[in-house]
Nanobody
Framework: QVQLVESGGGLVQAGGSLRLSCAASGRTFSSYVMGWFRQAPGKEREFVSA????????YYADSVKGRFTISGDNAKNTVYLQMNSLKPEDTAVYYC????????????????????WGQGTQVTVSS
């Protein structure tokens, strides 16, 4: 099974950028569907982005489309989330997740389909 460790969170002003990293170990991320989710205080965990680690289309929540980019580096066994034009409403704990299930693309959006999770990294965007 895979272990996931996120890093790269922090405090940034609105309009700024951050790049989150998700280092995978145990197995290569190319064996999984990889996703990013976030959870703000008092809110449910929500989908941000996902892709199949072996290649293929990328998927984004409407709220981040055009501002965030998911990518992977096979050599480093690491998945990234580049976040640009950050807004205060992007403030949340961001989680990296992996699914070993055979998923249709419409299933990528649901946290219940991911069996492996990192510990999360805090992103705070000030106005």
């Amino acid at each position: 099974q895979v272990q996931l460790v996120e890093s790269g969170g922090g405090l940034v002003q609105a309009g700024g950028s951050l790049r989150l990293s998700c280092a995978a170990s145990g197995r290569t991320f190319s064996s999984y569907v990889m996703g990013w989710f976030r959870q703000a205080p008092g809110k449910e965990r929500e989908f941000v982005s996902a892709f199949r680690g072996s290649g293929g289309p990328t998927y984004y929540a409407d709220s981040v489309k055009g501002r965030f980019t998911i990518s992977g580096d096979n050599a480093k066994n690491t998945v990234y989330l580049q976040m640009n034009s950050l807004k205060p409403e992007d403030t949340a704990v961001y989680y990296c997740a992996a699914s070993g299930l055979v998923l249709s693309s419409t299933s990528y959006y649901y946290a219940r389909n991911y069996g492996y999770w990192g510990q999360g990294t805090q992103v705070t965007v000030s106005s």
